[in-house]
Nanobody, 121 residues
Framework: VQLVESGGGLVQPGGSLRLSCAAS????????MSWVRQSPGKGLEWVSA????????YYAESMKGRFTISRDNAKNTLYLQMNSLKSDDTAVYYC???????????????WGQGTQVTVSS
């Protein structure tokens, strides 16, 4: 299993970024996927999740209305569109694979290496 994030970078407050997570080594469209982030000096924070078929999405309260999770099962890729970014969104963003197929329990067995998002003027 391999999860490779990309799309991070430096963005000004109010700006946007789109993160991608390229997945391989497993049947991508059988598994729910999530984004989790870690800010400097803070623990892991769950951001968003999407069901295996893309029909159901979940967001942390502070991300609702600003972030959009999606997936392209034909391309084995997970996305996170982030708009109206704030300095508090500065973190390393990780994609994570649900442990069991067809479930969305926020129990993960594989993580990517992360992509840095820095929101600063």
């Amino acid at each position: 299993v391999q999860l490779v994030e990309s799309g991070g970078g430096l963005v000004q407050p109010g700006g946007s970024l789109r993160l991608s997570c390229a997945a391989s080594g497993f049947t991508f469209d059988d598994y729910a996927m999530s984004w989790v982030r870690q800010s400097p000096g803070k623990g892991l924070e769950w951001v968003s999740a999407i069901s295996w078929n893309g029909r159901t999405t979940y967001y942390a309260e502070s991300m609702k209305g600003r972030f959009t999770i999606s997936r392209d099962n034909a391309k084995n890729t997970l996305y996170l569109q982030m708009n109206s970014l704030k300095s508090d969104d500065t973190a390393v963003y990780y994609c994570a694979k649900e442990m069991r197929p067809y479930e969305s329990l926020a129990k993960y067995d594989y993580w990517g290496q992360g992509t840095q998002v820095t929101v600063s003027s």
